[in-house]
């Protein structure tokens, strides 16, 4: 057997994150330009459409902390009524989206994720 591609390693990676909590249903890393890189997304979830909107997202973030002096993103999170979308940098060049449920306990999703998207950033 070869080695696994580096789309393997990173949904391997996805997938440890979603058993990590139950709180988290579904996850994906998007490039800072809207293309998918890898995902664990349920059926009826438009990859397309979640990465296109995690980079914009993420991009606009970023900017709005900077300019209204609060430093460098951690994270964005936009929170419904049916829970939560939590989007946080992978290095330079990517985005780790992660679909929260209602009720979850941030505290334990957002350390979770941080210790994703370092896992990432190596893969990547």
């Known amino acids: 057997m070869g080695e696994k591609s580096r789309t393997q390693q990173m949904v391997e990676r996805l997938r440890e994150l979603q058993m990590s909590t139950t709180d988290i249903e579904a996850s994906a890393v998007v490039s800072v330009d809207g293309l998918t890189i890898a995902s664990s997304l349920p059926p009826g979830v438009e990859e397309d459409r979640v990465a296109a909107m995690s980079a914009a997202m993420l991009s606009l973030g970023e900017r709005i902390a900077s300019e209204l002096g609060r430093g460098a993103l951690d994270e964005v999170y936009v929170k419904g009524a049916g829970g939560y979308v939590i989007l ?34 190596d893969i990547l």
């Open 88 to 121: 946080t940098a992978v290095g330079e060049e990517a985005v780790l989206t992660v679909l929260a449920r209602a009720g979850a306990k941030l505290g334990l999703v957002f350390l979770e994720m941080r210790r994703a998207a370092e896992e990432l950033a």
